[in-house]
């Protein structure tokens, strides 16, 4: 490879389809991960810059998901790790209540919503692959192919990762009662 | 792609295992959960952003990683400046009265004073140290009030005026005795009742590290250049009333025949309170004065601030060195391990589990919210550290029954207080109307985490999970939590006034002050007396 004059990358059209097509559901993944939307969509941004460049070396450009999954998580572990928090919208939010006899109360939305936030603390302690093949099994119906392919694991392997990361979440679980 | 719902899990899974397919329902609805409750996302700025940074293709922005580092590195310079303007600022301070003649040549026979007084602007309303509260004098000018200070205080009963050397307005010069000898400028000021004594100076004695006003800390660091009899110079720390006896009573060595460096420290009792007054001198050989000239400043003790301990409710000095139990303050215990809150703040008594209090003005009415630690009571607690009732106890009809109550803040005023509840674990913040024990199911807030607590009624800015600070923009459609300061190790407690001025406690005893625009301020540190 000439270092000196490295390919351009592809052309930007191409780059607008690719976001179109997976730039929403890759907040999404990022959101069962990180709390901050706005971490996540940098996670998001940061994957498509990362693999965009690296584009033109990609020869089988089929796998760009896979890449920008894959990409994602990494930030996404990273994020976790790092606590660099800024701004965090919705850390502290305000519950909205209906008027009248009938509406939820503060304290009951509070015991309810409790639990999708201990299910996503539980799956963000469990060990990195793990954490990964639930992300991509629950958020994506991937297939074990899919994720095998965005996790470069064999899918014999993504069973086994899938088997023990759904018995520690339990067990993760069952700790916090 | 249709990101929900999850697909079922494959057949290699245990199908009997009725915990794993508990644990997929409830993952399956958390992921749907989490899906739902993200607000919209931005696709075309999300876009923009990445079309940008492609195009930017910079070697500074060539790797996220690298990016963040540098952001990283950035945020922390900035943080590093702002440590340095707070400190540097504080040294500028500290030596902004240094006597204007520190580089003229030295002399130690000078008869016309060359230096300006310390602090030189002359303030009316500025505290006096002579006559002492006690003394029940009067003086109708300030040349009666220099000459009453020479002789009562510095020990100079034929002390004489010499209104030539004297160089500013209300700045009078003082000779121990008549004819020429070393002058002691002495700075007045006028009071309602007459004038006052506010410090005094000598070219002889150019203290660089204090100055008049400057705030007192346990260990005062006490330097500049002197020439003296000798090159000894006394040093001695006294109490407001200058007819008693000195605190401490030490000396130090300058120079002897020219002006050379002193350096010294002095430990201020913990007994101490209120103003205290430093005075540098060269003691009168001949035997006619206590002192020949002198330097005197008035040092003035820190802002009280007010922190629970180890079950104790303690005033803190601004260094972290200086707790003392208030006096007559029974123990609080509190289960939030310690809170920092700010002047004219009551006492507790065993029972309270929070404890915040009033305006700071004492002629106002204080009085304080407290929550009891049985967690269903709040209390008015007065000033005097009485619970005076359970006057806004809540009922068993409001939504907060069965809620454990962490802690209460309110306001001056009438106004909403602020609940902290812990239901089933979880921190409930609600707002509550004084008047009426009633909680506003409109303005209540879901705090993300175990531990976020501390929501600042004026501030609206609250601890986190995580240990940092965050502020809470309640105006927006979607609310939105806004980092305020990160201190590098957890805060377990934050406080503020009206003006917005917030205190924080650290883990490690670190105490913050931040308000908006001004910048972080830290004011100490290593407060490790308290079990935080």
Redesign the interface.
């Known amino acids: 490879m000439d270092l000196m004059h490295p390919p351009a990358?592809p052309p930007?059209t191409d780059?607008?389809a690719l976001?179109?097509?997976?730039?929403?559901?890759l907040?999404?993944?990022a959101?069962?991960l990180n709390?901050a939307?706005g971490t996540c969509?940098e996670v998001?941004?940061?994957a498509?810059?990362?693999v965009?460049?690296r584009a033109p070396r990609l020869r089988e450009t089929d796998r760009l998901p896979a890449y920008l999954r894959s990409a994602v998580l990494n930030?996404a572990r990273?994020h976790l790790r790092?606590?660099?928090?800024?701004?965090?919208?919705?850390?502290?939010?305000?519950?909205h209540?209906e008027d009248g006899a009938t509406?939820v109360?503060?304290?009951d939305?509070?015991?309810h919503?409790?639990?999708?936030?201990a299910?996503?603390g539980a799956?963000r302690r469990l060990p990195d692959r793990q954490r990964d093949v639930?992300a991509l099994?629950?958020?994506?119906?991937l297939s074990?192919t899919e994720i095998a392919a965005t996790l470069g694991i064999a899918p014999g392997t993504v069973?086994t990762h899938?088997?023990r990361a759904?018995?520690a979440?339990?067990t993760l679980?069952e700790d916090r009662r | 792609m249709n990101a929900l719902p999850p697909p079922p899990f494959g057949a290699d899974h245990d199908p009997d295992s009725a915990e794993t397919a508990a644990v997929q329902a409830r993952l399956r609805a958390a992921v749907t959960n989490r899906a739902a409750s993200l607000p919209p996302i931005d696709e075309a700025a999300g876009l923009a952003a990445i079309q940008a940074r492609v195009a930017r293709r910079s070697p500074a922005a060539a790797l996220p990683t690298r990016r963040g580092m540098l952001a990283v590195l950035g945020a922390a310079a900035v943080l590093a400046a702002v440590a340095l303007v707070v400190r540097n600022d504080r040294h500028d301070t500290v030596r902004t009265i240094t006597p204007a003649s520190t580089t003229a040549p030295p002399s130690s026979t000078t008869t016309t004073p060359v230096t300006t007084p310390p602090s030189g602007t002359h303030t009316p309303a500025e505290p006096g140290i002579w006559p002492a509260p006690s003394m029940n004098i009067r003086y109708p000018d300030a040349p009666s009030a220099a000459l009453g200070f020479a002789k009562g205080f510095l020990g100079q009963p034929n002390a004489v005026v010499d209104t030539a050397a004297s160089t500013a307005p209300g700045v009078v010069a003082v000779r121990p005795n008549p004819g020429p000898g070393p002058i002691t400028l002495v700075r007045t000021a006028q009071h309602d009742d007459g004038f006052v004594v506010v410090d005094a100076s000598t070219e002889q004695i150019q203290l660089e590290s204090l100055a008049t006003g400057d705030t007192l800390t346990e260990v005062l660091d006490v330097s500049g250049r002197s020439v003296a009899f000798e090159a000894t110079l006394s040093v001695q720390l006294w109490p407001a009333d200058l007819t008693a006896a000195p605190l401490v009573d030490k000396i130090t060595m300058g120079g002897g025949t020219e002006l050379m460096p002193f350096h010294t420290t002095v430990n201020v009792p913990s007994t101490a309170s209120g103003p205290l007054v430093l005075l540098l001198a060269e003691v009168d050989a001949s035997g006619r004065s206590t002192f020949s000239y002198a330097t005197v400043v008035r040092l003035d003790p820190p802002t009280p601030i007010v922190a629970v301990t180890g079950g104790h409710l303690e005033h803190l000095s601004r260094d972290g060195k200086f707790a003392k139990p208030i006096a007559g303050a029974p123990a609080v215990a509190s289960v939030h391990g310690g809170f920092a809150t700010l002047p004219g703040d009551c006492a507790g008594t065993r029972s309270l589990a929070s404890l915040h209090g009033g305006p700071a003005d004492p002629a106002a009415v204080r009085t304080a919210l407290a929550a009891t630690t049985g967690g269903t009571g709040i209390v008015t607690v007065a000033c005097d550290g009485a619970v005076t009732g359970d006057s806004h106890t809540v009922g068993s009809g409001q939504s907060v029954a069965g809620a454990d109550i962490r802690a209460v803040e309110a306001g001056a005023g009438t106004g909403p207080a602020v609940l902290e509840l812990d239901v089933g674990g979880k921190r409930l913040l609600r707002r509550l109307d004084i008047a009426t024990a009633q909680t506003l199911d409109d303005s209540a807030y879901l705090v993300d985490g175990q531990s976020a607590t501390f929501l600042d009624d004026h501030t609206n800015a609250y601890v986190a999970g995580d240990g940092l600070v965050y502020s809470l923009d309640v105006t927006a459609a979607t609310p939105t939590s806004t980092l305020l300061f990160d201190p590098g190790k957890p805060v377990v407690s934050l406080d503020a006034n009206e003006s917005s001025l917030l205190l924080f406690v650290t883990s490690d005893g670190g105490l913050f002050a931040w308000a908006p625009g001004s910048g972080l301020d830290l004011i100490g540190e290593g407060y490790t007396s308290a079990a935080w």
Request: without cysteine; proline residues 3%.
């Open positions: 990358p930007l780059l607008a976001h179109r097509a997976h730039y929403r559901d907040v999404r993944l959101s069962l709390d939307v969509e998001v941004q940061d498509f810059v990362s965009w460049r930030g990273s790092r606590r660099q928090v800024r701004q965090r919208p919705g850390h502290l939010r305000v519950l209540l509406s109360s503060a304290e939305a509070a015991v919503d409790d639990d999708t936030r299910v996503l799956l639930l099994r629950f958020w994506g119906d074990e069973k899938v088997h759904l018995a979440l339990a679980l």
